[in-house]
């Protein structure tokens, strides 16, 4: 059974940084590609980003580029999402997913979510 985990959400003021993590199970986790994606109340999700399973190609969504940065571990099967300059419109609940090119993936493809809040 796929499993994906997060972890490291919660409260920063704008400005701040988090580094989310998300633990795998349950798959041969280096063969996947690996997204993260967000949910804000009310809004649809929003694809962010992607890690290719060789630990290195990277692309991103314009409203994070350059504020967020995936990497992966494939020793350890994580993936994490360091998150600088946040601000207000941040704050969502966000899921790691296996990939899906550049856009989001089916439901079925997230983990359970970690809420990040951002918020003085």
């Known amino acids: 059974e796929v499993q994906l985990v997060e972890s490291g959400g919660g409260l920063v003021q704008p400005g701040g940084s988090l580094r989310l993590s998300c633990a795998a199970s349950?798959?041969?986790?280096?063969?996947?590609?690996m997204s993260w994606v967000r949910q804000a109340p009310g809004k649809g999700p929003e694809w962010l980003g992607l890690?290719?399973?060789?630990?290195?190609?990277?692309s991103y969504a314009d409203s994070v580029k350059g504020r967020f940065t995936i990497s992966r571990d494939n020793a350890r099967s994580m993936v994490f999402l360091q998150m600088d300059n946040l601000t207000p419109d941040d704050t969502a609940i966000y899921y790691c997913?296996?990939?899906?090119?550049?856009?989001?993936?089916?439901?079925?493809?997230w983990g359970r979510g970690t809420q990040v809040t951002v918020s003085s």
């Open positions: 997913s296996l990939g899906y090119s550049n856009r989001v993936p089916p439901r079925s493809y």
């Open positions: 349950g798959f041969a986790f280096g063969d996947y590609d």
């Open positions: 890690i290719n399973n060789d630990e290195i190609r990277t």
